[in-house]
């Protein structure tokens, strides 16, 4: 994972191919290529038929869909995804993604950064 953004105002541009090579490289579904003191965003890549297996998170989250097709379930309410779609989920809220016919590329931002809220047990 790249060091956080110390917010001294540069930009921070990141080019597709290389964040599905650092994601390739990483072997995990999900591979997070940003993080600063608010926010947090990664890429996260379900196949055909695979199912997802998080859980809710302490932090809000954005997905955008940058390619693919399945179904998000939030909150018991499912809604069809396809490459262009943006979904909200609060923190705390069970969803999923499931019924992939097309495999999902997910960019997935968490705000403040995933697990920052996270408790240990």
């Known amino acids: ?8 105002g540069s930009i ?12 390739r490289q990483n072997g995990e579904l999900y591979y997070e290529f940003f993080a600063a003191a ?11 038929g695979q199912p997802d297996p998080q ?6 989250e954005i997905y955008y869909i940058v390619s693919g097709q399945g179904v998000i379930q939030v909150a018991g309410e ?7 779609s943006v979904i909200y989920v609060d923190a ?15 960019i997935v931002v968490f ?6 809220l996270r408790t240990q047990s």
């Open 1 to 8: 994972m790249p060091a956080p953004n110390e917010g001294r």
């Open 92 to 106: 705390h809220v069970d969803h999923r993604f499931h019924s992939i016919t097309e495999e999902l590329k997910v």
């Open 78 to 84: 499912d809604r069809p995804v396809m490459a262009g």
């Open 38 to 48: 608010r926010l947090s965003a990664g890429l996260y890549v379900l196949g055909v």
């Open 111 to 116: 705000a403040p950064p995933r697990h920052s």
């Open 12 to 23: 921070d541009a990141f080019d597709m191919s290389e964040i599905e090579a650092g994601h």
């Open 55 to 60: 859980s809710p998170y302490t932090e809000d």
